[in-house]
């Protein structure tokens, strides 16, 4: 969202809170441009913020917001029909105990009905309801909201985005309920399934969120000690290094390092013996964290993720778990290509084997985004390839891309489809078989492709070797066309990417382009 529109909204926000009762209609015909989805989302977003800050405005602004996304016809339903639906939902979590063989029907019957205009309903009941309940059966508020929001973070139907939301407030509200100082067991445990629903939110910030998320698995081991719940210990510390370990803000080396040290806690009571699934999962969570890692010996914690993966793998077998054993398979096969240690012909082939054993699981039919992940990961394999003949390795490399591509279009899936036009170009220009012009051509096309979406504002270092990649065909060709034209802008390509070599210190490239 354009910030200077942002603002626009915010004034728009205000004018509607300050004017006189009745005459938000003529504020609003007053501002049609503004009158979108967009502000519906800052509206709400306001709201969020007045709330946690006390304002009493929030809940009427909260009701304005659903009724502009009702006009829009943003919800599907009136406030009333909101209403109605989510009493039968929270009656039927009641008397069922919020078992997902009743509820998941009637949430299935009402897929329409769960959008913003749900999540803002429930808001302004839960406000109202809670701030005028008797004490004493303010804890079964709580538990029944607690519940609905684990039965929408897991349902698997819907608009996944609006079921987050709606589980967030859920949360969000049972807290206001469940305190560290009368509910602490309580408290925890909502505060991790608050941590989980922002680590999984699509709207809003993704740091942002990703802080929260943070901030709530610590709250949450504030009274999950290892002494006291070992398990659920166990647990958190597992949710949190999956937190720091996608995180964005701070620095990218500490991150890593807390999202390893906090595995390793949980490895503590994970163990083979006693939890033999929850210690694979976090053996190979462990393994991706020490893939990425920036401190310490790169050899070493390569050594470490491959140990890690493959210990993972005793327990994740294609019989029992064949989707994890697939992605552990592809995540291997990812660290083996990059391996400093022994033989790089036999770790390159190890790669190969391991990416054919995801392509067991990850077929194009079931998981065609992940297949196509693994088709285009097996491409760099076959193009780094030592052992076997160079021409044909190649050749199956352009094929594996090409199979990726099927998948990976540039409308579907825009940065895979730039990254694997990027990958095909490379092999283009090293290919032995066919027209040496007609395959520098596929490769300048391919580089021009990649530009369209690895812009030099977005993915600078990427649009450098790219630009880098583009000079080198363009030099090729002038070489065997002689096109005085190619010459120059192979320079000019050398030139841009220059720019962001030596912004980023990338002596080895940097060097190449001026040669």
Not at 183 to 209: C, E, F, H
């Amino acid at each position: 969202m354009d910030e200077n529109r942002r603002q626009d909204y915010l004034k728009l926000i205000d004018s509607l809170l300050s004017c006189p009762d009745g005459e938000e209609t003529q504020t609003l015909q007053a501002n049609p441009e503004l009158v979108d989805a967009e502000l519906v989302q800052v509206m709400l977003s306001v709201a969020e913020q007045m709330a946690a800050e006390g304002d009493g405005n929030a809940s009427w602004l909260r009701k304005y917001a659903v009724e502009i996304a009702h006009s829009l016809g943003m919800v599907a339903a009136t406030p009333e029909e909101y209403l109605q639906f989510l009493m039968q939902v929270l009656e039927t979590i009641d008397e069922s105990g919020g078992n997902q063989q009743v509820v998941y029907p009637l949430l299935k019957a009402n897929l329409d009905k769960l959008d913003d205009g749900l999540t803002q309903i429930l808001q302004v009941w839960a406000t109202k309801t809670l701030a005028k309940v008797e004490t004493q059966q303010a804890p079964s508020i709580a538990y029944i909201l607690g519940s609905l929001g684990n039965r929408m973070q897991e349902f698997p139907l819907g608009n996944k985005a609006s079921n987050l939301e709606t589980a967030i407030a859920c949360y969000q509200n049972a807290l206001e309920v469940r305190t560290r100082e009368a509910m602490p067991v309580n408290w925890a445990m909502t505060q991790n399934n608050l941590a989980i629903a922002y680590s999984d939110r699509i709207l809003g910030d993704k740091a942002n969120n990703i802080e929260e998320a943070i901030a709530c698995y610590q709250n949450a081991l504030e009274v999950r000690t290892r002494e006291a719940m070992p398990v659920n210990w166990a647990m958190t510390q597992n949710n949190l290094a999956n937190a720091y370990s996608e995180r964005i803000l701070g620095d990218k080396a500490n991150n890593i390092e807390e999202a390893i040290a906090c595995f390793h806690n949980a490895l503590q009571v994970r163990t083979r013996e006693a939890m033999p699934v929850d210690w694979a999962m976090t053996q190979n969570n462990l393994a991706n964290a020490y893939s990425d890692r920036i401190l310490g010996d790169k050899a070493n914690n390569i050594e470490d993720a491959i140990a890690c993966f493959h210990n993972a793998l005793q327990v994740y077998t294609r019989e029992a778990f064949p989707i994890d054993w697939a992605r552990i398979q592809h995540n291997l096969a990812n660290v083996y290509r990059d391996r400093i240690r022994e033989d790089k012909a036999n770790n390159i082939e190890n790669a190969i084997a391991c990416y054919h054993n995801a392509l067991e699981v990850r077929t194009r039919a079931a998981l065609p985004i992940n297949w196509a992940n693994t088709q285009d990961n097996l491409g760099l394999a076959y193009s780094n390839r030592i052992l076997g003949d160079k021409a044909q390795n190649i050749e199956e490399a352009i094929a594996l891309y090409h199979n990726a591509l099927e998948i990976r279009t540039r409308e579907a899936l825009p940065l895979e489809w730039a990254t694997t036009q990027h990958n095909l170009a490379s092999a283009y220009s090293n290919r032995i078989f066919g027209d040496k012009a007609h395959n520098l051509e596929n490769a300048i096309a391919c580089c021009q492709n990649a530009l369209e979406v690895l812009t030099r504002e977005t993915f600078p270092r990427n649009w450098a070797r790219i630009q880098y990649n583009l000079g080198n065909s363009l030099r090729e060709r002038f070489k065997l066309l002689g096109k005085g034209e190619d010459i120059q802008q192979a320079i000019a390509s050398y030139k841009l990417a220059i720019q962001v070599f030596q912004e980023t210190d990338n002596q080895e490239l940097l060097a190449n382009c001026s040669y």
